[in-house]
């Protein structure tokens, strides 16, 4: 008998990763005989082991792509993409988005695509790294001037005293006209263009498993929620599970490729590279 095929799909433990991979994850998608190994973390830590092209499937920023290049492709499907909304930047007191000059702001890493944004936006803020869900409380106990926020954060910050300075999404569609690409998934070169692509046909799957049993998948998602209410994981998992999850289409693909251009324009990220999307 033969022995199935082992990836490792690596992906955040947030309810809109777990609302997508939801089809894989519970066997409500067909794998063919390929045995899917989930493994979770959050996304600066996919961003790292992607360096080391530690797993077959990743979760990684696009910020992080340029250093992975060489190793993966990146898949059209599963990606997180706002269009008109991102990342906020987040203050205790009424800040002019212009007025962020050299302040600290916390971020959850330098390789997310929130960081490239906001250094895009405010070349001058100086960052600190910290996890992502304790940025809000940097803030609220002055522990940080702002706040770079992703995940539910994007929705709870009120909760804690916080008032939103800017949000990045927003600022960059005002400037380019396209949606911010935030996340998105990758596979590796090494496994040949036959298992790239139907890796990524099976990623397309378990994406519009989810989409078409919304509410079976979101009630598996509640429990990667983090005790946030139920109306809220549902606004969160719509904002980013949606159809340009699907395919990110002509419209998403240049996005990426003009969000990384402006990024090495701006000396952040050091080669300019060539978005390399798997057809599938």
């Given at each position: 008998m033969m022995r199935a095929v082992k990836v490792s799909l690596?992906?955040?433990?947030?309810?809109?990763?777990?609302?997508?991979?939801?089809?894989?994850a519970r066997g409500k998608v067909d794998?063919?005989?390929?045995?899917?190994?989930?493994?979770?973390?959050?996304?600066?830590?996919?961003?790292?082991?992607?360096?080391?092209?530690r797993h077959e499937v990743t979760a990684i920023s696009f910020h992080a792509y340029p250093y992975v290049a060489a190793s993966y492709a990146l898949?059209?499907?599963g990606g997180s993409i706002g269009d008109g909304y991102g990342p906020l930047v987040v203050a205790r007191d009424a800040i002019d988005p212009a007025g962020i000059g050299d302040r600290v702001v916390a971020v959850p890493g330098t390789l997310t695509t929130a960081y490239l944004a906001l250094k895009l936006f405010a070349p001058a803020a100086r960052t600190r790294v910290v996890p992502f869900d304790v940025i809000l409380d940097e803030v609220a106990d002055g522990r940080a001037d702002l706040g770079l926020v992703i995940h539910e954060g994007q929705l709870t910050y009120g909760g804690q005293g916080l008032r939103k300075v800017v949000?990045?999404?927003?600022?960059?569609?005002?400037?380019?006209?396209?949606?911010l690409p935030l996340g998105g998934n990758a596979v590796?070169?090494?496994l040949g263009p036959d298992l790239m692509a139907r890796l990524t046909r099976l990623v397309r799957e378990t994406v519009r498993y989810s989409l078409d049993h919304r509410q079976e998948a979101l009630e598996y998602a509640m429990t990667f929620a983090r005790g946030m209410a139920p109306g809220i994981a549902d606004r969160?998992?719509?904002?980013?599970?949606?159809?340009?999850?699907?395919?990110?289409?002509?419209?998403?693909?240049?996005?990426?490729q003009v969000l990384l251009d402006r990024g090495h324009q701006a000396g952040i990220i050091p080669n300019r590279v060539k978005t390399d999307f798997v057809e599938a």
């Open positions: 690596a992906h955040s433990p947030d309810s809109d990763d777990a609302f997508m991979f939801y089809g894989l794998t063919g005989g390929l045995e899917i190994v989930h493994v979770m973390g959050d996304i600066e830590s996919l961003n790292r082991a992607a360096r080391e092209g898949m059209p499907c949000d990045l999404g927003a600022w960059w569609k005002e400037e380019t006209g396209l949606p590796r070169r090494d969160f998992v719509g904002m980013w599970v949606n159809e340009m999850t699907l395919d990110c289409g002509e419209r998403g693909r240049q996005a990426v």
